[in-house]
């Protein structure tokens, strides 16, 4: 019974992620991350605006990223991240960018692939522990070499290697790494228990550069996004953290499902 009830779960998302990629006039614009917002204030329409824009308006180098690292488990996410990724970095062009909780290299590699596609250059840094560590809502696959199959994904998109350390983000050569530059977008992706979470929050809020961008994954149930089937609302532990912390003190500009996105305007 559990089996079939998974399967139908299963068929109803595929089928309703295809609608989400039928051609729609409604969205069918090209407009910047701030432009989406402003034309979308909801949460609902905003992620399908972006959905839309994977699939009819994003470069087609975006699109087959995304179906690359859609396949033998290489990345997570949902299509329209890609999406708000490409709008954000063509609108914002962040010189310095740093992912915590890099896995293997989907977000890391596709901020690359954007500043290429762009024509700016784009200092990509993570910190990761490249191991199959997970937390209490996450398992990764074991028997891999983390570090080489990310820069192996690099390279099969012609993109220069990252600046990586390999370090939990709560080890003090990590917060230290942090803490000595002045980010012009931070991406928190690591572990999801609240504590780490907020640890991760505080030390990235202080050491953002004036205009600089926090995007926070897996954190909006606390809000009004309704996720439709193949979607996601997020974790408890970074939840609490945009609830709790990041609405409160920094600038809120924006969401797409369960990324929200924040900006440092007025400085540290």
């Given at each position: 019974?559990?089996?079939?009830?998974?399967?139908?779960?299963?068929?109803?998302?595929?089928?309703?992620?295809?609608?989400?990629?039928?051609?729609r006039k409604k969205f069918?614009?090209?407009?910047?991350?701030?432009?989406?917002?402003?034309?979308?204030?909801?949460?609902?329409?905003?992620?399908?605006?972006?959905?839309?824009?994977?699939?009819?308006?994003?470069?087609?180098?975006?699109?087959?990223?995304?179906?690359?690292?859609?396949?033998?488990?290489?990345?997570?996410?949902?299509?329209?991240?890609?999406?708000?990724?490409?709008?954000?970095?063509?609108?914002?062009?962040?010189?310095?960018?740093?992912?915590?909780?890099?896995?293997?290299?989907?977000?890391?590699?596709?901020?690359?692939?954007?500043?290429?596609?762009?024509?700016?250059?784009?200092?990509?840094?993570?910190?990761?522990?490249?191991?199959?560590?997970?937390?209490?809502?996450?398992?990764?696959?074991?028997?891999?070499?983390?570090?080489?199959?990310?820069?192996?994904?690099?390279?099969?998109?012609?993109?220069?290697?990252?600046?990586?350390?390999?370090?939990?983000?709560?080890?003090?050569?990590?917060?230290?790494?942090?803490?000595?530059?002045?980010?012009?977008?931070?991406?928190?992706?690591?572990?999801?228990?609240?504590?780490?979470?907020?640890?991760?929050?505080?030390?990235?809020?202080?050491?953002?550069?004036?205009g600089g961008i926090l995007?926070?994954?897996?954190?909006?149930?606390?809000?009004?996004?309704?996720?439709?089937?193949?979607?996601?609302?997020?974790?408890?532990?970074?939840?609490?953290?945009?609830?709790?912390?990041?609405?409160?003190?920094?600038?809120?500009?924006?969401?797409?499902?369960?990324?929200?996105?924040?900006?440092?305007?007025?400085?540290?």
């Open positions: 019974m559990f089996f079939f009830l998974k399967l139908l779960a299963r068929i109803r998302a595929n089928f309703d992620q295809k609608l989400y990629g039928v051609s069918s614009k090209d407009m910047s991350f701030t432009e989406a917002v402003k034309q979308f204030p909801s949460r609902n329409d905003l992620y399908n605006y972006m959905h839309h824009y994977l699939w009819h308006i994003a470069p087609k180098e975006i699109l087959q990223h995304r179906r690359y690292f859609s396949q033998d488990m290489r990345g997570f996410g949902e299509d329209a991240f890609h999406a708000m990724w490409w709008t954000i970095f063509r609108e914002f062009k962040p010189k310095l960018v740093l992912e915590i909780g890099v896995y293997r290299g989907q977000v890391c590699s596709l901020w690359g692939l954007i500043s290429k596609l762009n024509g700016f250059k784009c200092e990509v840094h993570g910190i990761s522990p490249f191991s199959p560590a997970g937390d209490h809502v996450s398992n990764y696959l074991a028997n891999l070499d983390y570090l080489e199959d990310t820069l192996e994904s690099h390279r099969k998109f012609h993109l220069l290697e990252p600046n990586f350390m390999s370090y939990y983000s709560t080890d003090k050569k990590a917060i230290d790494y942090i803490r000595c530059h002045k980010w012009d977008l931070i991406y928190i992706d690591g572990n999801h228990d609240y504590d780490v979470v907020l640890s991760d929050y505080l030390h990235c809020k202080d050491s953002l550069a004036k995007v926070i994954d897996d954190s909006s149930l606390y809000t009004d996004y309704i996720p439709p089937s193949f979607s996601f609302a997020g974790h408890i532990g970074p939840s609490r953290v945009v609830e709790n912390f990041a609405m409160k003190e920094l600038d809120f500009i924006g969401a797409v499902g369960h990324n929200n996105v924040f900006m440092n305007k007025n400085g540290n």
